[in-house]
């Protein structure tokens, strides 16, 4: 498949024991407008049992799409369904970015939540030791995040460190691309948390984009994921990218209530395959 094109689905509902008021939220579910080869062809969000005061929509320092939105008044629930449709193409070739993006600091120092420990600096070292470097050094780190955790869910928290969910040597996906990111920074590598979908059903993912050096004024970016110790393909699909998950997180908000609330959130992207004629509008059947 040369050009493939993707509908992701999503009804995210918040429910509370009683009214809740001035729910301010910060969706970060909607794919960025052009990411290498893939582009965002529309977008569409959804209020359902709540009237909105306000509905915003900006892009953040690195080009993700936020949402941010006000309701003065929650009487239970509160529903956001979003849908977007984008397009990726084979044919566009390699990521490529400028090479300024490799001294970019934000990419390169450490954060509260990718900060490297003596056990992250002894991996580094062993893997100085081994003389690679560039994309070679970078899928060495990858394969090493994905063999040193196990994945297991409720082990981690959002707030996890990199260096906290090494140590139990367990965690979500989001612990295997912190841990990497505080592993590729210590190797001075260029690299950004993605925080993004894969086909079928479930919650998101996230893995790590390395960027290294390809010539000519030009990096390269490449795109790994540590949860499955492999390069990304066409069956993910990027939302939004930062330094770590705080900065892409899908869901955050606040309100005014003396009680907490729940979440419930149900997920579907599918996609299709689209010939050399198909236009924009062409039919989106299931196929996975």
Not at 133 to 154: D, F, K, R, W
Not at 176 to 203: I, K
Request: net charge neutral; aromatic share 6%.
């Amino acid at each position: 498949m040369q050009r493939t094109r993707y509908r992701i689905h999503q009804r995210l509902t918040y429910r509370y024991d009683g009214p809740v008021r001035s729910l301010k939220q910060r969706l970060v579910v909607q794919p960025r407008s052009v990411h290498g080869d893939q582009r965002r062809i529309n977008r569409r969000l959804t209020i359902l049992d709540a009237t909105p005061r306000q509905v915003d929509v900006s892009v953040d320092e690195f080009g993700n799409t936020i949402l941010t939105l006000e309701i003065p008044l929650v009487e239970r629930e509160v529903t956001f369904v979003t849908s977007s449709i984008v397009e990726r193409d084979a044919r566009h070739g390699p990521h490529l970015v400028p090479a300024t993006i490799l001294e970019d600091r934000r990419l390169l120092d450490p954060t509260a939540l990718t900060g490297a420990d003596p056990t992250i600096d002894l991996l580094a070292e062993e893997l100085r030791a081994s003389a690679l470097s560039g994309g070679a050094l970078a899928s060495a780190a990858n394969e090493c995040v994905h063999n040193a955790l196990s994945y297991e869910h409720g082990a981690t928290s959002v707030r996890t460190t990199a260096a906290e969910a090494l140590a139990r040597g367990a965690g979500v996906c989001q612990d295997y691309a912190h841990v990497l990111l505080a592993l590729t920074r210590r190797l001075g590598l260029a690299s950004r948390y993605v925080s993004g979908q894969m086909l079928g059903f479930g919650g998101s993912h996230a893995w790590v984009e390395v960027i290294v050096p390809d010539g000519h004024g030009q990096a390269r970016v490449l795109s790994l994921d540590p949860t499955h110790g492999r390069a990304t393909g066409f069956e993910y699909v990027t939302v939004a990218v930062g330094r770590d998950y705080s900065d892409v997180a899908p869901l955050s908000g606040t309100y005014r209530a003396p009680f907490a609330g729940s979440l419930s959130a149900t997920k579907r992207v599918f996609m299709t395959a689209l010939g050399p004629g198909d236009s924009d509008d062409a039919d989106l059947r299931a196929i996975a």
